[in-house]
Nanobody, 122 residues
Framework: QVQLQESGGGLVQAGGSLRLSCAAFGPLFSSFTMGWFRQAPGKARDFVAA????????AYADSVKGRFTISRDNAKNTVFLLMNSLEPEDTAVYYC???????????????WGQGTQVTVSS
């Protein structure tokens, strides 16, 4: 069983940066894919970014391309989401997720963290 714990959320002004962390506890095999999702109030949970631990391939939502970067620290079983040039529209609860299944990087995740709030003020 994999457990995920996010941290690093907070309040930031528009144009600022935040780095979210996702610590994974339990077996995290090299075949896993790690993802970040977000959910704004009254909206569905949306895909943000993903990283295949086996291939190193990444994927990003169009809305964050060029501003957000997903990365990992293998030694610490931790995945990061560096968010630059933040906009009020980025305000949401951000969730870390993991999956072992093959398929599109943006779909079919099995393990989820509790989420961390990111608020961007204008």
């Amino acid at each position: 069983q994999v457990q995920l714990q996010e941290s690093g959320g907070g309040l930031v002004q528009a144009g600022g940066s935040l780095r979210l962390s996702c610590a994974a506890f339990g077996p995290l095999f090299s075949s896993f894919t790690m993802g970040w999702f977000r959910q704004a109030p009254g909206k569905a949970r949306d895909f943000v970014a993903a990283l295949s631990l086996s291939s190193g391939n990444t994927a990003y939502a169009d809305s964050v391309k060029g501003r957000f970067t997903i990365s990992r620290d293998n030694a610490k079983n931790t995945v990061f989401l560096l968010m630059n040039s933040l906009e009020p529209e980025d305000t949401a609860v951000y969730y870390c997720a993991a999956k072992q299944r093959a398929g599109p990087l943006s779909l079919s995740y099995d393990y989820w963290g509790q989420g961390t709030q990111v608020t961007v003020s204008s």
